[in-house]
């Protein structure tokens, strides 16, 4: 039964970059919805008064129902801090990011070492297979040249019987 069913083997993989993706919109979520309030999205209702919560002029005024300047003042008030507290949140993303990282040090370090070896057996081999090659060349080129003087001694002796013939 072992023989047909094997535990698979792990594979290595460098960085899972869909995870921080994921982290980042699930991370940017709530920073945006904790700005909802900010950005008018409840406000507290007096019920003894029943007035228009919006800022704007009195029907008196020189320029009725315009927006004051406090009405300006506050929106961009409000617009700062939400640029401001987004890129907070931001940085303090960032260093946590820096801080904790993907692979701890003694895993780098076994990684680098593992490709050291690796490299350096690689090195070692191609020395080998270049050796052997050199070695193989130079044992074809001897037997070639001891086949050529070989071929002419031959010759040699050939030729003067074959002279003797004509």
Not at 71 to 88: C, D, E, M, S
Not at 104 to 130: D, M, T
Not at 137 to 142: G, M, T, W
Request: positive net charge; proline residues 4%.
């Amino acid at each position: 039964m072992l023989r047909i069913v094997r535990r698979p083997v792990g594979m290595r993989a460098r960085v899972i970059i869909v995870w921080h993706s994921i982290t980042a919109v699930v991370t940017r979520i709530p920073v945006a919805y904790s700005l909802q309030p900010l950005l008018g999205g409840s406000q507290f209702v007096n019920e003894t008064e029943c007035r228009y919560t919006e800022f704007r002029n009195a029907p008196t005024d020189d320029h009725p129902y315009k927006r004051p300047m406090i009405y300006w003042k506050i929106l961009t008030g409000r617009l700062a801090f939400i640029v401001i507290y987004q890129n907070i949140i931001n940085m303090l993303q960032g260093v946590l990011r820096w801080a904790v990282p993907d692979v701890s040090g003694r895993l780098l370090k076994r990684i680098k070492r593992e490709n050291f070896l690796l490299r350096e057996h690689i090195i070692e081999y191609e020395k080998q297979h270049a050796m052997l090659q050199a070695q193989t060349a130079v044992h074809i080129q001897q037997t070639k040249s001891q086949e050529s003087s070989g071929m002419r001694q031959r010759h040699g002796a050939g030729d003067e019987d074959a002279t003797s013939f004509v």
